[in-house]
């Protein structure tokens, strides 16, 4: 099993839909990174949180510790938001480096 | 210049030879790392360096690889007798102690044959 694992693997939305990317993991954490990957291949940070809830623009990002379960959350979604979503999650005690990365979610939204 | 920069964009080489990839990060950035994506696979650890401390290098695949970042800037991951299966996108990242979040550079595509 491995241990970040994300879901859906693929979802595809009308524009204006909601949306909710799904990331479970089954170690401790110090922090989670949920990373955007454009279909050129280029990677940013969207938001890192180790606890609660971080909003920018459209994007919320949720965090559940103790169910040790995240949510990217996408409203009002436009076809730029197609990308390849990815969690990633630092291990507790471990590198701010170290990264355990989820196989990321692919995201097609329709105009 | 204002992000992170690697180079080269593209490298061929030939299944043996050695090759060198060069990351420039952030300025005032005290963390670079080093990922790796390989084609239809998902993002790889590959090692990380914080200021003047040792660096993590648990990711690094094999004795093949290894990397340095000289005065505290530049970083350069080399790979020693490259095999095919090091045919990949090679990604530097780098983040400011402040805020942790981590700019990633655009990657160079390794492509050995």
């Known amino acids: 099993k491995n241990e970040v694992e994300q879901s859906p693997q693929n979802l595809t939305a009308q524009e204006g839909e909601f949306i909710t990317i799904n990331c479970s993991y089954s170690v401790g954490i110090s922090a989670l990174h949920w990373l955007q990957q454009h279909p050129g291949g280029g990677i940013v940070s969207l938001f890192m949180?180790?606890?609660g809830k971080k909003k920018h623009g459209r994007l919320i990002a949720t965090i559940n510790i103790q169910e040790k379960h995240s949510s990217l959350h996408i409203t009002a979604s436009h076809p730029r938001d197609s990308a390849v979503y990815i969690c990633?999650?630092?291990?507790?005690?471990?590198?701010?480096?170290?990264?355990?990365f989820g196989k990321g979610t692919k995201l097609s939204v329709k105009p | 210049g204002a992000g992170v920069s690697q180079s080269p964009s593209n490298k061929v080489t030939e299944k043996g030879k050695d090759v060198e990839l060069r990351c420039d990060p952030i300025s005032g950035h005290t963390a670079l790392y080093w990922y790796r994506q390989s084609l239809g696979q998902g993002l790889e650890f590959l090692i990380y360096f914080q200021g003047n401390s040792a660096p993590d290098k648990s990711g690094l695949p094999s004795d093949r690889f290894s990397a340095e970042r000289t005065g505290g800037s530049v970083s350069t991951l080399t790979i020693q007798r490259t095999q095919q299966e090091d045919s990949a996108v090679y990604l530097c990242?780098?983040?400011?102690?402040?805020?942790?979040?981590?700019?990633f550079g655009a990657g160079t595509r390794l492509s050995v044959l």
């Open positions: 949180l180790s606890s």
């Open positions: 990242a780098s983040s400011s102690p402040v805020r942790g979040i981590q700019y």
């Open positions: 990633a999650v630092g291990h507790y005690g471990g590198s701010q480096g170290n990264l355990i």
